[in-house]
């Protein structure tokens, strides 16, 4: 009898606590509120980063436009800014104990971009397809930071790819030039919709890079991770320094 008075009197307390965690409670205890929507007003620029808990949504368009989707009570946590030629999209909440866990899609509109860096454990996407000439995506590079997924439809001269933890990039459409470096972790390249002329890897992941190049693929596997080629290109020059192996779809 105690111990079910007990249970009765915790989820009491509980239901109380979540009615109460409105916009005044500690970020943890705060729910997310309503949705909202709204535009932020910014600067030009080429380059974005996105902080951890964001969801980025990236559209080719012929003005600059970012605008943010989350809960009334988060508004304040989450800012669009420029400094220098970069945006700089940052989720200043701390943690999500009552709330759900992804709460905060920012979409973006531009007509030039140059680099996407990534430290969110969600997804950074595309919105149609992306004709921007040289463009790079980028995780993991400067510091421990949360692995999310890239899924980019592009059509344009060049792409690089830069990962030293566990991102998933899904690519699909044509570029004339891949350069895909895994400099460590377990980032996986899925390149199986995506037609390039040329292939530069640089591969110590442990997972794998699945490309399709027409003219020419060439670098070096330094790890465990496989080189899976969906395609016969004219040249195939690549070093294996470990067990990583060259195969053939």
């Not at 596997?221 to 067990?243: E, F, H």
């Amino acid at each position: 009898m105690a111990y079910r008075f007990r249970y009765i009197t915790i989820i009491f307390l509980l239901l109380q606590l979540h009615a109460g965690c409105g916009n005044d409670m500690p970020d943890c205890f705060k729910n997310a509120g309503a949705a909202i929507t709204y535009e932020v007003p910014v600067s030009d620029f080429t380059t974005i980063n996105v902080s951890e808990g964001i969801e980025l949504v990236v559209a080719e368009g012929p003005e600059r436009k970012v605008v943010i989707q989350t809960g009334e009570n988060l508004k304040d946590n989450i800012s669009a800014t420029v400094t220098g030629s970069e945006l700089y999209l940052k989720n200043a909440t701390s943690c999500n104990w009552v709330r759900d866990y992804n709460t905060t899609k920012i979409f973006v509109t531009t007509p030039l971009l140059t680099k996407i860096y990534s430290a969110s454990q969600f997804a950074v996407m595309s919105e149609g397809v992306l004709h921007f000439p040289h463009l790079a995506l980028q995780s993991g590079l400067f510091s421990e930071t949360a692995s999310g997924t890239f899924k980019v439809d592009v059509d344009n001269e060049s792409l690089t790819v830069e990962d030293n933890q566990s991102s998933y990039y899904v690519i699909s459409g044509r570029t004339n030039q891949l350069n895909v470096s895994f400099y460590s972790g377990d980032a996986r390249f899925e390149g199986s919709g995506l037609t390039v002329g040329n292939v530069y890897v640089f591969h110590r992941s442990s997972n794998d890079i699945l490309v399709r190049p027409q003219q020419e693929v060439r670098g070096t596997l330094y790890s465990t991770g496989n080189l899976v080629l969906k395609s016969q290109p004219l040249l195939v020059d690549i070093a294996r320094l470990y067990s990583g192996q060259i195969l053939y779809q």
